[in-house]
């Protein structure tokens, strides 16, 4: 436990801020998909894309993850590197975790569509932001995102608004008009989230 009392230079996080950032920043993902869930919404980035291509092909939603995110994940670590390929890992297995725990302690007897889509968005932004700001996404897109970002100049929050856009055009194929219109609420109040917070020229920090 000696960690917890380094002192890091004023440009860096801890590793015990980062282990809180990756806590806390996950747990909001989780509380993101209680409120979707709770709504009957469904959701973005690579795990949308992941769940629109099961149902279209039959295939196991878990075994299209996968897939799916070994590209992304290619580019994690040869251009990201490997402790921030490593603190993505980190963050997809504590969420996994939070998306178990959550439900055995809250529910929802009842939640609009609309209020769930903006309270998952905020949820959501609010915990990749974190994420982003202790250099850890939850793979996929995100990935790709904060490096267009770090090197391009191209804001993160932009790219997986241009992703998801992509993604629920692909979902009018199977779900109804106004599940998928409510769906892209959310994905919006996030990705705005993103792009008014993640700003390399305002939080130096890493």
């Known amino acids: 436990m000696a960690f917890l009392l380094e ?8 590793k015990f801020e ?22 009957d919404l469904i959701t973005g980035q690579v795990a949308g894309l992941s769940l629109l291509v099961s149902y279209w092909g039959g295939w196991s939603f878990g075994v299209v993850f996968f897939l ?26 504590i969420l996994t975790g939070w998306t178990f725990l959550l439900p055995q302690g809250m529910s929802f007897a009842f ?15 609010a915990g990749l932001l974190i994420l982003f700001r202790h250099g850890a996404t ?15 100049g191209i804001k993160a929050g932009k790219v997986q608004l ?21 769906a ?3 994905a919006a109040v996030t990705n705005l989230v993103i792009l ?6 305002r939080y130096i920090a890493r």
């Open 7 to 14: 002192t890091p230079p004023a440009d860096r996080h801890s």
């Open 18 to 39: 980062d282990l809180q950032g990756l806590a806390t920043g996950t747990l909001l993902m989780a509380l993101s998909v209680q409120f979707l869930q709770a709504s």
């Open 68 to 93: 799916i995110n070994l590209p992304f994940y290619a580019v994690a670590i040869y251009r990201m590197g490997l402790v921030f390929t490593l603190k993505t890992f980190a963050a997809v297995a």
């Open 111 to 125: 939640l609009h569509p609309l209020a769930g889509a903006v309270l998952g968005g905020v949820s959501a932004g």
């Open 138 to 152: 939850l793979g996929g897109v995100g990935i790709v995102a904060v490096w267009l970002q770090d090197t391009r």
């Open 162 to 182: 241009g992703f998801d856009v992509c993604v629920f055009a692909l979902a009018l194929a199977l779900f109804p008009v106004v599940t998928v219109f409510y």
């Open 184 to 186: 892209l609420i959310g």
């Open 196 to 201: 008014t917070n993640h700003r390399r020229d």
